[in-house]
């Protein structure tokens, strides 16, 4: 299922892995470990924020995939089932005419 990963950083917590040279490799190995369909990096209400947008074949991924964001950057979490077009219109299609 795609799923939209909103990762909110800890201020302290991104500021430090700044200062210390681990920022970049950090969220490449996030990137690594989520494999993203798309991923967009942004400020929301003054945290560092990312956004992923990934697809999960079993609820179970979900442990394995958050548990790191909230021991290395103590991050605040949250995941969305999304669709694009494609699955919007098959969803659609599933009506039938009303």
Do not use: W
């Not at 956004?51 to 605040?76: G, N, T």
């Not at 949250?78 to 299609?93: C, E, K, Q, R």
Request: glycine letters at 6%; zero cysteines; charged letters at 25%.
């Amino acid at each position: 299922m795609r799923m939209m990963l909103t990762v909110h950083t800890d201020t302290e917590t991104g500021t430090e892995l700044l200062k210390n040279g681990r920022a970049a490799q950090t969220v490449r190995e996030a990137l690594e470990r989520l494999k993203p369909e798309a991923a967009y990096f942004f400020l929301d209400k003054g945290k560092r924020t990312t956004l992923f947008v990934l697809d999960l074949a079993e609820p179970s991924e979900i442990i394995p995939l958050v548990e790191p964001l909230f021991a290395q950057m103590k991050a605040e979490v949250s995941l969305t089932p999304v669709m694009n077009a494609d699955d919007l219109f098959a969803g659609l299609g599933t009506l039938g005419a009303a």
